[in-house]
């Protein structure tokens, strides 16, 4: 099932926010997602994660400092409710090793839990190693059509 038809709030990962950001595949479905107006949760750690695609796009010459500095603004602005990642750290440790997956991507996962939502990636493989596991309903990828 397609994201955008899932009723609840979401959790965005870093791979949503960046793909709106930059215009990346799926761009039209991310910022979608993001002026739906729906609930939208994300950990704190999602801030560094933009932060460093910005700076690595800058590093290889994408977009100069200016540029870099206008994207991460306007990530600072998106409409998303920032939880700690100290208040996920025991839950998305117990995901991980129960998943696999980094502790990093779990952290979204174990917010998705918390809120009774859906995680969106942007990244396949994550929601690829998600699906028919316990945790499927709680990931989703932004690609995933109808």
């Not at 709030?9 to 739906?36: G, I, K, M, R, Y």
């Not at 994300?42 to 010459?61: F, M, Q, S, T």
Request: glycine share 8%.
């Amino acid at each position: 099932m397609s994201p955008s038809r899932r009723g609840g709030p979401w959790v965005l990962d870093a791979s949503v926010v960046a793909a709106a950001l930059f215009q990346e595949d799926h761009a039209d479905a991310c910022c979608s997602l993001l002026t739906s107006g729906r609930e939208l949760h994300a950990p704190d750690l999602v801030y560094a994660e933009v932060g460093n695609v910005i700076w690595k796009r800058r590093r290889r010459g994408e977009i100069d400092e200016d540029e870099a500095a206008e994207l991460l603004a306007d990530a600072l602005r998106l409409p998303l409710r920032i939880t700690p990642s100290d208040a996920l750290i025991d839950a998305a440790l117990q995901v991980a090793l129960k998943t696999d997956r980094t502790v990093y991507d779990c952290l979204y996962i174990a917010l998705a839990l918390r809120e009774r939502a859906v995680m969106v990636t942007g990244d396949r493989r994550l929601a690829s190693a998600m699906a028919g596991g316990p945790l499927a309903k709680h990931v989703a990828w932004i690609g995933a059509g109808g």
